[in-house]
């Protein structure tokens, strides 16, 4: 997977995910990680994914879709609800999430 | 500052900037990006920051606006030119730079 996404020409959806984690469970917290990154990545509408982890601190995803059904389709996937309630209860101290429309882009 | 950017209701504006790093000048690469975090805060229309960096690879920054003219605003800023610049030419192997309506958040 390279780092930087590359995605078609706007529009299209953005997930932006920022999170402080917990200290608990980090191995079984990157293993469900990676499964997400690899799960979602075979859903229909994905389009990419981009994430960054300050270690200690903030960590940001950014997971690009072509339309808001397939980001909803992907957050009712039962096995990324499992995974979603585990966050809640134990991997984050805190999240934001936020769904947005990608209007303009550029890339170097 | 907070690491998560504790904004309002949405409609807002995200401006999602992913990045590699070259190897080239860290602290002088360090001390432009902590004043452009500063003289952002400043601008009008400035509603918060994330921002993350996996060491040695992504880094992702999202800095969120009430609305487009305010990111224009900040995008001519004569500092924040500058700075771009030795991104372009120094500091960055690539990056990609995503301007999104933010439509929908949730916090926990």
Redesign the interface.
Same mark, same amino acid.
């Given at each position: 997977m390279s780092?930087?996404?590359g995605?078609p020409d706007?529009p299209y959806y953005?997930v932006?995910f920022?999170s402080?984690r917990t200290e608990i469970e980090d191995e079984q917290y990157a293993a469900a990680a990676d499964r997400m990154l690899e799960l979602a990545a075979q859903q229909p509408g994905y389009l990419g994914v &981009?994430? =960054? /982890? @300050?270690?200690g601190?903030?960590?940001?995803t950014?997971s690009y879709w072509t339309d808001e059904a397939s980001i909803r389709n992907w957050q009712q996937n039962a096995e990324h609800l499992a995974a979603q309630k585990a966050g809640?209860d134990k991997w984050?101290q805190?999240?934001?999430?936020?769904?947005?429309?990608? &209007?303009? =882009? /550029? @890339?170097?």
């Open positions: 780092p930087l996404a995605t706007p953005a932006i920022t402080i &981009e994430h =960054a /982890r @300050t270690p601190s903030t960590g940001i950014v809640r984050y805190s999240f934001t999430l936020r769904i947005a429309k990608v &209007e303009r =882009a /550029r @890339t170097m």
